[in-house]
């Protein structure tokens, strides 16, 4: 697996705008989830039990800033190393709460999409077809950490 600077840099350079509007792109990335999957909704204890999406819920933002900054770190990490090294805790950690909620490998290409489109959306311009490629590509190594842990433990 070559992950080049360039790509880790536009992975870099688009969170670092992101991360100006935390409260605004993590409303945006759910609304989105629930757009390509209104069935997602009852798995997450902030969303189930209503019909709006909270506003400032901070399980919400929390989810949605650990999904980009991990696939953040995925980029630097596959640069530095060829590989996605998550530390043993918190993939256990990671692969556990996933299959307790009920998340299986579809959820994670509509979490892929949303992720997507909000980059899209954060960078305006800057958008291209190398940048959605290195996001797409370090996202789908964490998710295949992710996926790997929970076979495992169940
Ligand atoms: C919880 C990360 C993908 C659904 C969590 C937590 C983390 C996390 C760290 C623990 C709670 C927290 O700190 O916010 C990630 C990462 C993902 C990913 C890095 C992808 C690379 C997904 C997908 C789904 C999902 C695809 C399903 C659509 C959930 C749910 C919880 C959770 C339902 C429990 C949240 C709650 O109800 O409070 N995730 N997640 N995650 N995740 Fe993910």
């Known amino acids: 697996m070559v992950f080049s ?3 880790e840099a536009l992975v870099k ?10 409260p605004e792109f993590s409303l945006r990335f759910f609304t989105l989830i629930l757009e390509i999957a209104p069935a997602a909704k009852s798995m997450f204890s902030f969303l189930k ?3 709006e999406i909270p506003q400032s819920n901070p ?3 929390s ?3 650990k999904v980009f900054k991990m696939t953040c770190e995925s980029a630097i990490q596959l640069r530095e190393k ?3 090294v998550v530390s043993e805790t918190t993939l256990k950690y990671l692969g556990s709460i996933h299959l307790q909620k009920g998340v ?3 959820h994670f290409e509509v979490v892929k999409e949303a992720l997507l489109r909000i980059v899209r959306e954060a960078v305006g ?8 490629g290195a996001w797409g590509e370090a996202y789908d190594q964490l998710a295949m950490a992710i996926k790997a842990e929970m076979m495992k433990a169940h």
């Open 125 to 132: 311009g800057k958008w291209n077809e190398e940048m959605k």
């Open 63 to 65: 989810h949605a800033v």
């Open 82 to 84: 060829g590989e996605v």
């Open 5 to 7: 600077e360039k790509q």
């Open 49 to 51: 039990d209503t019909d």
């Open 104 to 106: 299986i490998d579809p």
């Open 13 to 22: 350079e688009s969170w670092e705008v992101m991360k100006q509007n935390i």
């Open 59 to 61: 399980k919400l933002k």
